[in-house]
């Protein structure tokens, strides 16, 4: 696989492309279900881990929230910033890689969703980005982090996925190796072929809540999807840890 895959993949437009659905009626979903778990004032500060697009900081910007997006990708923020100006925002995008991401402002909400954890190769690197949000949050702040279920997805995998989608083939091919989830995904329009990869480390739910805990995090709750529903290993599609500072 890959190394360093997410340079290249988030930098493309394709990357917008396979991941359509993921639209503002889907972040709207998760943006209510986080305001309805936690207590925030008005003006609170957000820092939106990993922040893509900034389909979650917009929603929240227009809801009186300061917020501060951090990404990698410098066409995913380009959008986000786009879209910001268009709706009058004032939020904070910044590109970053996590790793090395430092500010002295403190937020009341770290949030980190959509998978945005396990891309790295090293534990210690993936695990940094928990620790980060201990360090970043005031006192009795809030993280979310919004990671898949490991023993859901091994249960359900979808080896081969495929759809047509403004005149291209999109070939999605997913396995699990070395301990990780990973994804070809073939891009075909007539004679051209753009190959993209995507690797994710497997954490199991008792693997995140101990570095949770191990970080200095009380869980509150885990949720297993967006809808509300009690995390449940066996049949949660999501595991959506609450924690406080």
């Not at 249960?155 to 999109?170: D, M, Q, R, V």
Request: charged share 35%.
């Amino acid at each position: 696989m890959k190394k360093n895959w997410f340079d290249e993949w988030f930098n493309t437009n394709e990357y917008l492309e396979v991941y359509k659905h993921r639209n503002e009626i889907d972040a709207e979903r998760h943006i209510n279900f986080i305001l309805s778990k936690v207590d925030l004032k008005p003006k609170s500060k957000i820092l939106d881990m990993a922040c893509g697009s900034g389909r979650h900081s917009i929603l929240l910007a227009k809801k009186g929230y300061e917020l501060t997006g951090i990404d990698l990708s410098e066409n995913l923020l380009s959008e986000a910033r786009r879209i910001a100006e268009s709706e009058k925002l004032n939020i904070k995008f910044v590109k970053a890689d996590i790793r090395n991401f430092y500010t002295n402002e403190k937020f009341d909400l770290v949030l980190n969703l959509f998978t945005s954890f396990g891309y790295f190769e090293k534990d210690e690197e993936n695990f940094l980005i928990i620790k980060k949000a201990y360090d970043f949050l005031e006192c009795s702040g809030i993280f979310i982090l919004d990671f898949f279920n490991k023993e859901f997805l091994l249960k359900n995998l979808i080896p081969l996925s495929k759809e047509k989608n403004n005149g291209k083939t999109i070939i999605q091919k997913r396995f699990v190796r070395s301990g990780r989830i990973e994804k070809i995904i073939e891009i075909i329009k007539d004679d051209s072929k753009k190959t993209f990869y995507e690797s994710v480390k497997l954490y199991s739910p008792e693997q995140l809540k101990n570095r949770l805990v191990e970080y200095g995090f009380k869980i509150l709750n885990i949720y297993g999807n967006f809808d509300g529903s009690d995390f449940q290993e066996n049949i949660s599609e999501r595991f959506i840890a609450i924690c406080k500072k």
